[in-house]
């Protein structure tokens, strides 16, 4: 069976190690605070000036000077700061922050990432994607395999205007766990009942499998 | 002490016209000057640049400038919850930049301190790298990226006192500070303005010396984009 969005961010959420600053895009990424373990110490920061977030707040106790980056009203937890935007991606691209877990439309085998624009159809922007992926150490991407229509999303190319080159190193998907490495994605985990020859079918790019692969534990 | 008070929102805005660029504090609804945007709104200034993370929601913030048609070009780095911003864009009645965040902040972080131009790594080998100067250090590849030049900047504190010192409120901050100063002239609207001497020399986010103009601001409205809550057990 492929990973539901929750599964993707439980898998994840086993990347994150005691004594990480983690910066959580928005979308299935911003789920995994929900499956990080109780016993370590985690500090999640919201680039629009946040360490230190807590849960959504109780009804009623919202409050508009206190969001993350997706405008959802949260909290903080004791300990937490507030800085300007300046000093946020000082954190970021003074790679302070440990760990950045980002959704994406494409992926390529060289580690490109193409997550912000589809030209004629949306148009948002890059919010702070592109000076996360152009900074961060340590990039895991949260994301489904292929398309609506089937079609793989890691690709040799990215057909997609890019968020940032030569920056993805791991890919959690709904089929499997991928690292970028030699110009490919190579298998280190596959879905609890996927199939390596599912995964190959789904995997436009170079794909390397060595051995047996493991399904992944939760 | 200098004193920088105005009286009301009319007299910060002295000085404003047609085609001027603007930087306004900050992120989605949350820390936006919400007093100005309504005298930029009744001032009717047309073809003005924005300078701003993001361009309101229809109708609220920024949206209200869109709606009349007040805005030339935006440069942003997050446009996404405006059906009125996509519409002109796309008909291409408006002129968007679209940055990197950090690139937008750093930008009006360097037009505060007189620097004209940075390296950062943002962007690069993306669209946004186009046209610009690349150079390598340490092994990575960067963009220069220059220093904003605007004629004013209006920015939103949550107390001030006579002298301009700010102190900004939980993620209302933002890029607040960072606008401060950067601009020609920086006006700033505060929830509390209170006399000088009140504030603690300690406590304060932004001295003085950036704001020219400021004001106690009246009648916030402080909408939320996204009200997510959890239940009480």
């Given at each position: 069976m492929a990973l539901s969005k929750e599964q993707i961010a439980q898998r994840i959420a086993k990347e994150v190690k005691d004594g990480y600053y983690v910066n959580l895009g928005i979308g299935?990424?911003?789920?995994?605070a929900n499956f990080v373990q109780n016993d370590i110490e985690v500090d999640f920061q919201s680039e629009n000036g946040v360490l230190g977030m807590g849960p959504f707040p109780f009804?009623?106790?919202?409050?508009?000077d206190l969001i993350n980056a997706g405008k959802q009203t949260i909290t903080t937890l004791p300990g937490a700061s507030f800085f300007d935007s300046a000093m946020s991606f000082s954190m970021i691209r003074g790679q302070h922050v440990n760990l950045t877990i980002l959704g994406a439309m494409e992926v390529s085998q060289n580690g490109d990432i193409a997550n912000w624009k589809i030209p004629?159809?949306?148009?948002?922007?890059?919010g702070g994607a592109m000076d996360l992926v152009a900074s961060a150490e340590n990039i895991i991407v949260a994301m489904m395999?292929?398309?609506?229509?089937?079609?793989?999303?890691?690709?040799?190319?990215?057909?997609?205007?890019?968020?940032?080159?030569?920056?993805?190193?791991k890919i959690v998907s709904n089929l499997a766990v991928l690292e970028v490495i030699n110009n490919s994605f190579k298998l280190i985990e596959r879905a609890p009942g996927v199939s390596v020859e599912e995964i190959k079918t789904a995997t436009e790019g170079n794909l390397i499998i060595e051995g047996d692969i493991p399904e992944m534990k939760f | 002490m200098i004193n920088k008070t105005v009286s009301n929102v009319q007299e910060a805005c002295q000085g404003i016209k047609d085609s001027m660029t603007f930087m306004l504090g900050g992120f989605g609804l949350s820390g936006i000057p919400e007093n100005l945007i309504a005298e930029l709104v009744r001032l009717n200034v047309k073809d003005v640049t924005c300078i701003s993370n993001n361009a309101g929601v229809d109708g609220f913030g920024l949206g209200q400038l869109l709606q009349k048609k007040q805005i030339r070009k935006m440069i942003s780095?997050?446009?996404?919850?405006n059906a009125e911003f996509e519409r002109q864009m796309l008909s291409g009645e408006l002129d968007v930049e679209l940055i990197p965040q950090g690139t937008l902040a750093q930008r009006c972080q360097a037009a505060q301190s007189g620097i004209p131009a940075f390296y950062t790594p943002?962007?690069?080998?993306?669209?946004?790298?186009?046209?610009k100067e690349s150079r390598e250090f340490n092994g990575k590849m960067h963009l220069l990226e220059k220093a904003f030049n605007a004629d004013f900047s209006f920015v939103k504190a949550w107390k001030g006192d006579d002298a301009g010192n700010l102190v900004f409120k939980g993620s209302a901050r933002n890029f607040n500070p960072n606008m401060?100063?950067?601009?020609k002239i920086t006006v700033a609207e505060v929830e509390e303005l209170v006399p000088v001497g009140t504030l603690d020399p300690n406590h304060i986010?932004?001295?003085?010396?950036?704001?020219q103009r400021i004001f106690q601001g009246e009648?916030?409205?402080?909408?939320?984009e996204q009200l997510t809550v959890r239940k009480r057990n």
């Open positions: 299935i990424p911003t789920l995994v009804e009623g106790e919202e409050d508009p004629g159809k949306m148009v948002k922007g890059m395999h292929t398309n609506r229509a089937g079609e793989s999303k890691l690709l040799k190319n990215c057909s997609l205007p890019l968020t940032g080159v030569n920056c993805v190193k | 780095s997050y446009v996404g919850e943002a962007g690069y080998g993306t669209e946004v790298a186009e046209g401060c100063g950067a601009a986010h932004i001295p003085g010396i950036f704001i009648n916030y409205e402080k909408r939320i």
